[in-house]
């Protein structure tokens, strides 16, 4: 296939697009750079099946011939950049994804949409199953990346129940691995930075909030296992093993050996007191479960931080 791949350039997407050209596939990687690196692909640019697209998925999208999927997954994705950039957060969730869509109606494309467990905010149920609507505040300051993702949701079935575009969603929930930012303001990389440091970590709260983290080649495979399916509604891919954020410090302490104290700091607005994911969905669908427990998942990103020590 010719897939078009928006936000290629990001954690997730440059992750993504190397296993696409693994599987075959011609890749057209759009990204603007805002958060996304050329560092991500750098690895991929001699690949004849690669092509690289410098653009803001907000404004028009102009392909070079046609595509047989488009993949959305271009966005501002941790607290610390669409608290920076809420209006572009907005816009790419929301005329982004609608420039997508464009491009995939076009071209009789199917279309995969990267949503997010933000979608359930600070979520009154534990786990939470795709049926569940959420509890979001839609004008606090999270909200611009919540409702944004809401939308695109929203627009994406729109398209599937209006022009008949073959949509599948994806609702990704904490995942971590190599090419995360250093400060990217997520925790994973966060600890794993100040660790290495021996400066203190900082923790949120009291630290009891919980999350459930997933290591990026589960996730990988979960998405092409999406992407080939015949589901066109949102499904959760994620780790179901829920651990405190106190727990996660503790144990990013042991790996790495450090000496860091443990700070705490005031709560964010909003954030959410638990994060599990209920994937009954994908594991009965699509036959799909995460196997890098959360141990060996952090060795390996805790490596590639020591190795990239001197890029920071």
Known sequence: ????????????????????????????????????????????????????????????????GPVDYVLHFASPASPV????????????????????LGVAKKYNAKFFLASTSEVYGDPLVNPQPETYWGNVNPIGPRGVYDEAKRFAEAITLAYFRSHSVDTKIVRIFNTYGERMRYRDGRVVPNFIDQALKNEPMTVYGDGSQTRSFCYISDLVDG???????????????????????????????ELTGSSSEIVFRELPVNDPKVRRPDISKAREKLGWEPLVDVDEGLKRTIDWFKSNYQER
């Open 223 to 253: 998405i092409m296992k999406l992407m080939g399916s015949g589901l066109n509604e949102p499904v959760n891919l994620g780790n179901p093993a829920e651990m405190s954020v106190l727990d996660l410090a503790h144990k990013i302490r």
């Open 81 to 100: 950049d669409y608290l920076m950039y809420p209006i572009k957060t907005l816009k790419v969730g929301s005329l982004g994804t609608h420039n997508a």
């Open 1 to 64: 296939m010719r897939i078009l791949l928006t936000g290629g350039a990001g954690f997730i997407g440059s992750h993504l697009a190397e296993k696409l050209l693994e599987s075959g596939n011609d890749v057209v990687c759009i990204d603007n750079l805002i958060t996304g690196s050329m560092g991500n692909i750098a690895h991929l640019e001699q690949n004849k099946r690669f092509e690289f697209m410098d653009h803001d998925v907000s404004q028009h999208i102009s392909v070079n």
